[in-house]
């Protein structure tokens, strides 16, 4: 099996560290860099991650790096295809994404000054809240072409809505299709309208109140977890998702997620980074895939575009 590129993971907490361990266990790459800024945490992880090799039987190399205030380590990254940022606080309960957003945005420009001086043509995916914002400040810092700069927030709230419809309905996941669109936030929009179960409409299955419901506990879906966890938020399903779209520009797939992307016309909607579907490969979003969305879903698609405008323009100055 031919292994080939590397990627980083920049923090390596527990988004981060579950991010590379599924990377590194793809063992599709050459190697995966985890770093941090707390000293021993990334290089002790690695070693960790690289002595389940023989177990898992995986020959991706782990490579733990911390990093220094003036960006001493950074080197490790360099010639990096891909990296993953999750540097930045998780919420606390009671907290929305939103409160974190100064502290976040300033470990978000530091970090994306140091990747874009050691990794110039790297995809960046942005995995930080407040995501959209986060997305929109990694690009405008990178000065990358906005292609070269998406959010991971849609794969994970489509995962959660289908776990939640699969559970209702006592069927398994895989017979599940479910789309969230918007952002990752309060103005999450649910497309019912492509939620499907064995091909059926879900609207056919369940009643409008009950996928309200649904709908409802998806867009809560990481309070929920920060609530019962109360130190710390979700990190299973949310590295499952980013790592998979790191695989996806890794293998050139095409594959079409739903992600956080930069918007320029589709929907009748511009100059914004938006939860949308795209068509990810090698050089990050090919192309954002527009669908047919009824009056509604596009009504709540261009009031999250607006909603998501106005903190990304705020989030510039941070
Ligand atoms: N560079 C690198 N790493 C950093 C930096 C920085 N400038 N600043 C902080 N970190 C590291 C922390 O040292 C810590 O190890 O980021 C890590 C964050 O880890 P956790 O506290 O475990 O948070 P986690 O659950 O991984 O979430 C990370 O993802 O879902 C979002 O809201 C969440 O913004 C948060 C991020």
């Known amino acids: 099996m031919s292994r080939k590129g590397k990627v980083t993971v920049v923090g390596a907490g527990f988004y981060g560290s579950t991010t590379a361990q599924r990377l590194a266990e793809y063992d599709i790459f050459e190697e995966v860099v985890l770093t941090d800024i707390i000293e021993g945490k990334p290089e002790g992880l690695a070693l960790d991650m690289n002595q389940s090799r023989p177990v898992e039987g995986f020959e991706t190399k782990v490579t733990g790096q911390s990093t220094g205030p003036a960006g001493e380590g950074y080197e490790a990254i360099g010639g990096s295809d891909i990296v993953v940022i999750t540097a930045g606080l998780p919420r606390k309960p009671g907290m929305s994404r939103m409160d974190l957003i100064e502290t976040n945005a300033k470990i978000v420009r530091n970090v994306v000054e140091n990747v874009t001086k050691y990794a110039p043509d790297a995809v960046l995916i942005v995995v930080s809240n407040p995501l959209d914002e986060m997305t929109a400040l990694a690009a405008k810092v990178s000065g990358f072409p906005p292609a070269r700069v998406m959010g991971q927030a849609g794969m994970l709230d489509t995962a959660r809505f289908s776990y939640f419809v699969a559970e209702k309905l006592a069927v398994p996941v895989g017979s599940v299709r479910t789309l969230t669109l918007g952002s990752h936030g309060d103005t ?19 009643p409008a109140d009950e996928i309200e419901a649904l709908v409802n506990r998806t867009r809560n879906g990481g309070g929920e977890i920060v609530g019962l966890l109360k130190t710390g938020s ?9 790592a998979r779209m790191a695989r996806a520009v890794a293998e050139d797939s095409g594959a079409v997620m739903p992600v956080c992307a930069w918007v ?35 009504a709540g698609l261009r009031a999250a575009a607006e909603a998501v405008r106005a903190k990304q323009a705020d989030v510039a100055s941070l």
């Open 264 to 298: 320029d016309g589709e929907y009748g909607i511009s100059g914004v980074y938006l939860g949308v579907e795209a068509e990810i490969g090698a050089a990050g979003i090919r192309r954002v895939v527009e669908r047919d969305l009824t009056e509604d879903e596009l």
């Open 234 to 242: 979700a990190y299973y399903a949310p590295s499952a998702a980013a």
């Open 188 to 206: 999450m929009v649910p497309v019912p309208s492509a939620c499907t179960v064995n091909g059926k409409p879900l609207s056919d299955l369940l």
